[in-house]
């Protein structure tokens, strides 16, 4: 019996594991492995124009050295910083948090508010770049300046004067929807009766919201956080096409870095150097979420 | 109890047996699946007579569309015209990429000369030498353009010249002669300068462009620096072992002269800064009278001011006049280059096919066709027979000057010099660096890259 009972167990890891073994394939295929060969490119001066095309040879930590001593490099960590915090971590809450609240209470036409604010997410994020370069065009024709000229303020170069406001803006209106659904979906999983409960026992709005609702929200807040970090980190195509990094750098995000780094300066290698950087700072950033703020996941 | 029967049945687990049977019978599927894709990719018999051409931008595409029936039927095979993105920055980085992973087209087009060498050092390019010293037209190609089309580290040829562009200053002739302001050829830089201050205080527009900065790319070497360095102190970019001098008085000449437009408010920085840099400053500001002079090439009265571009300027050639670049000290110099010469992949798999093709796009009638549209100059002194050649009257000028035409010849490593180059000017126009910081910049950033055995370390 015991034999046939290993037997079973085993059809059915096997069965499972097969089951399996396509995502499993796929990841090793496009995630374990570029990651493996980032890292060992990135200690190479493999390029893709010149002598190095042909032949590239080992060269240690080379990249990483001239990595460290580059400005441009820091120059884009500051960068991804300020957006990612500005974006991410502070306006697409925020406004995905007031949403989700808002949302919450009886009010009519809600479906239509809710598509309004899902639309932006369903966009491909080189049409929103594309819409919004429209909304920031120079001159009196550009949509904003036809808004603020309404008020009497003189066309602005939105893009130029105010770079990394106007693209940290662009992505909080783009990804409002992921904060609010997943918001939504916390707040749903609060059990109604605590807030029966406070509202017996006196509460206010602003206490039942600071002391049930927020803390309870906690888990899903870091999910979001989480999620929404790492994802923003690795942002690329609504930052190209709005502003290619410029002017002078001051939208140079990681990814835009490595995408000059190696397709536009052709250097795969330190290209990849900075990837490999990139790839342990997003790590990182996911072991500080998932295991300094003990969230489970 | 038979465990062994029971194990055999697989009715008795139910869905076990037959649920291996479906993995098998799927696994099965899709390996044929699998070989008929395989199969239908592999290379046929016949497929060497498809020569596929890389080709981009509108101009571009409808000049080669007009050429294909003819170059098909003579040479008896098919071509496949492959449209590749517009800006030429997206369209040589999918061309390097694509070379790279071995599956580009079979004939395309090397935007610029100073990218030959770079391409042929990475064994992208298929040598052209014996096919074009056999062939007819190879003499009557100007000794700049042959000069150009090989690369310095082997002396091979690796394109087919098509078309050259010869660029000088632009300026706004109509303005300048309406605000009293000389328009006789500037002596020298101070000259030029000198200009420069006179139309900012008589006109309150800004004077000179010379482009710059990062998102310019390879323009702010090709249409900028290097005609500041032709005509400094010191214009030799290579020392005689082939290694960059960037650390040479001339690199420091051109890179002051950037200072001085910039701290002297004679250029406009902004727009240099943007992310398509030159469309404020050559197609705003240059047709508005907004911007006086400019650096530029034939292109610009055709493509940039044309009656069919997007901001025509009216009365173009009674508006619009050109100078020579002046020296430092004096002198005067027209930069030339080739663009756009027609290279054949190495790892084409017809190769033979490919060479004919690239010849036949360098023919005088093909080269016109493109010069038609785009504003270059054919590359053959021999165009100026041609009965098409005769209705752009507007190139004449520019055709002429091809032999007294000078380029600053660069090597391997180029495309970084031109990336440093856009770098070192961008901290210019940031005001993060004076001169010798910018110059300090570029020398680091290609030393870096290229390895110290590529520059000279030494102010030589």
Known sequence: ?297 | MNCNARHKDPAAYPGGGRTMGRIVKSVRYAAVLLGTVLALQSPVTGAQDVIRIAEHRSVRLDALRTLVPDIERELGIEIRVVEYPSPALDYFTKLVTELRSGNAPDVFTVPRDQQIDDLAAAGYLADMSETLAAWDGYEALAPLARQLAKATFDRKSYVVPSILAVEQLYYRKDILERHGISTDQPADWQDLLDRGRAIRDKTGHYALLFPAGLTWGTGAYTEGFRHLLAGSSDPLLLSDAGRYRLRSAGVRDALEFYETLIEEELTPIEPLLSPEPWIIPKYEMFPAGELLVTTCGTWCVVFDWGPNSRNPIPDLEQRVATWDMPGKHGGRHVMAALVYGWAVNQKSRSRVRARQVALRLGSVDASIAYATGLGNVPARLDAKEHEGFAALVHLHDAHAQLTRASAVQTTVGSSTLMAGVARATESLLTGREDAAGAQELLFRYVSNILGDEAVEAAAR
């Open chain 1, 1 to 297: 019996m015991v034999g046939m009972t290993l037997s079973y167990e085993a059809r059915k890891q096997l069965y499972l594991r097969l089951l399996m073994a396509p995502a499993l394939l796929l990841m090793a295929g496009l995630i374990v492995f570029p990651a493996f060969y980032a890292i060992a490119l990135s200690l190479t001066n493999e390029a893709l124009l010149g002598f190095a095309a042909r032949d590239s040879s080992f060269v240690g930590l080379r990249n990483f050295t001239r990595l460290f001593t580059d400005p441009l490099f820091w120059n884009s960590l500051k960068v991804t910083l300020i957006f990612v915090i500005g974006s991410a971590v502070i306006g697409q809450f925020a406004f995905g948090l007031l949403s989700a609240l808002c949302l919450r209470r009886p009010i009519r036409f809600k479906a239509i508010f809710n598509s309004i604010i899902v639309l932006p997410n369903a966009v491909p994020e080189m049409v929103v770049g594309f819409i919004w370069i429209s909304m920031y065009a120079t001159g009196e024709y550009g949509t904003l300046n036809r808004i603020v000229g309404w008020f009497g303020v003189e066309p602005q170069q939105w893009l130029f004067s105010f770079p990394l406001m106007a693209i940290i803006i662009v992505n909080t209106w783009r990804g409002i929807a992921f904060a609010m659904i997943l918001l939504t979906s916390g707040l749903e999983s609060i059990p109604k009766d605590v807030y029966e409960a406070a509202k017996v026992d006196g509460a206010t709005d602003r206490q039942i919201f600071f002391r049930i609702t927020l803390p309870m929200l906690m888990p899903t807040i870091f999910l979001y956080m989480f999620v929404s970090t790492v994802t923003t980190f690795a942002i690329f195509g609504l930052v190209y096409t709005l502003s290619r990094g410029g002017p002078a750098n001051s939208t140079e995000i990681i990814g835009i870095y490595i995408y000059n780094q190696s397709f536009t300066a052709f250097q795969l290698g330190y290209g990849a150097a900075v990837a490999v950087v990139s790839l342990v700072i997003s790590m990182l950033i996911g072991v500080f979420y998932v295991r300094a703020l003990k969230v489970k996941i």
